[in-house]
DNA sequence: CTGAAAGCGCTAACAG
DNA sequence: CTGTTAGCGCTTTCAG
């Protein structure tokens, strides 16, 4: 806590506090050499100045909600990066609320957040919330929201997304090219725009290359890694199986592998798979994954810049902007020809 | 910003603003009945009390910070995500700060973490960090601060870590037993205690086994993922070059498969490696990776309840706790016999 | 049981 | 160029 105020920085100097905290902003009616005094003089007594007191004054925070689903996913790892990286030359202070993929959890933390704490949020929503009164209110209050990667596509927000329909089209196709008959379509919601989009272009995909869509190829996971694993033997031991599938989040890359290798399928040659994944690792596996990479830390940095610049503006008015950062198609041996 | 004071709920109420707060407060000064008018127009007006009005006056802000060198990282992630878990259980709030393995930037974030903004740290150290002054006046500005993986064991502080001597013989140990004759130390920095006790574990093991110790085996590598991969494509080339290899990191991992993959040693035939590492894909890599794993998301949530029992406390004292949470090492095919 | 008043540390009019 | 004053929204004595 700190104990030097701007009051006694202030009598040590026989100045008033008013032309002392003028002098620390740098402001013009002060003079260079009582500027001099108090910057030393702060610098000497390791003058802190209080932020609470400041936010409380100013109100402004100079904070950002960062609200995300999980950080154990190398796609938000990455985000974060790149959020706290511009958060940090712009002099903001990043708070972490992770929903958990729970959308109770997502409302408790959106209504905090109103309370002034922070200037903005940064958000990427979980893959249970279908509902969307809960931001609704806290984009009422007029608190600046920009979605990134995760978006709802009806609510008017600036946004930061990725081509996922083009990503979604781009992987079946390339199955497709790849010669796979019955393509899986491995999601982790059904009411997330991020996901449906990419199934969206799967099934466009699917269509001009004339191949049948099949709705038991679009398998619905879950947020249990164990579930997951059972969800995916089932598939796999099917008459009927797959010989290429898309998983279309990256949790589900390592469940799958590990499905094929306990029934002895082969990757390529039984089945081809792609993953939407930022792994460093996806080079290493057995084999290699094919992936759609996402820009995950352009991402990050380009929602958190947006944010700054509504932040800097008088009167933020919503829907400025609706980026789309494109992500890349990686082929490696994963979808090899046998 | 919420627009609906406590001084307007009060007024609504017809009652004075310090009544309303006993009475948010659950006082047991304020009649029941009161009580409940009180909070049924809080939430009828969607009253949020305003956390800095309200940290000012208590000189409690009910935020942590979090200071760690990266956040693409399974142990950090994973490590965050307990912290956070737990924060949330106690109404806290947590801020992020990355330091990228920078001593400068962890010096700055350290000292504005002490206005007052945070009522206690968390935090892993930066791998160029060799002083630690900035750490020292924190800690005697009584702000509580629990070092967790990367600690400095020279400052009294509370701590929470793993096993790292051990976990650096038993790695050791395990690739002498499955034959490895010249084994590579792969290192971060030479300040870290983190990575000088798993040194330190591993020169025990090579001297208890009748190995000899070569300073050449021992290989420090650098925070640039290019320069690591030359770094270590220029050993694994050498004439001398070693059978074994230890990871004490994760992000050699990569480079290191890569460069094997490059130059056609097959792993583990020609070298066997050990990577401490909390990757969920390290079972489905090419070969499966034996890993030293680190209890990360305990580590983080046991670090962040110390804090939080301090914070509870009157008079915090220093160096209550030293906490190790064994890791554990799990054997896959890259250690494999022939 | 309720209210009046003071003040946390800072900033921003407004005077001088 | 410097100082006085008021107040951000809340909590906490201390009276009533």
Known sequence: MSQVTIQALAKELNLSKSTVS???KDSHEISVETKERVL?????LQYKPNPYASSLRRKKSN???????????????QAIKGIEE?????????LIYLTYENSEKEKKILEDVQSGRVDGVLMSVSSETSSTEHIDVLHAAGLPLIFFDRTIQKI???K???DDYESGYQAARHLIERGCKHIAFLSISSHLDIDNNRLNGYKAALTDYNCAVSEKMIVLCTNNAAE?????LQLM?????????????EKLITPFYLVCRKINLSIPADVKVIGFSNLATAQILQPPLTTITQPAFEMGKTAAAILFKALEKRNYSWREEDVIIRSELIIRDSTDMK
């Open 228 to 232: 997951n694993y059972d969800i995916l």
């Open 40 to 44: 030393r003089m702060a610098k000497l």
């Open 156 to 158: 008017t927000t600036d």
């Open 86 to 94: 511009i958060a940090q030359t712009k002099g903001y202070h990043v």
């Open 22 to 24: 003028k002098a620390l």
């Open 63 to 77: 904070t950002i909600a960062v609200v995300i689903p999980e950080v154990a996913d190398s796609f938000f790892s």
């Open 160 to 162: 930061v997304r990725t």
């Open 237 to 249: 031991k099917k008459k009927q199986r797959p010989d290429g599938a898309i998983a279309s989040v």
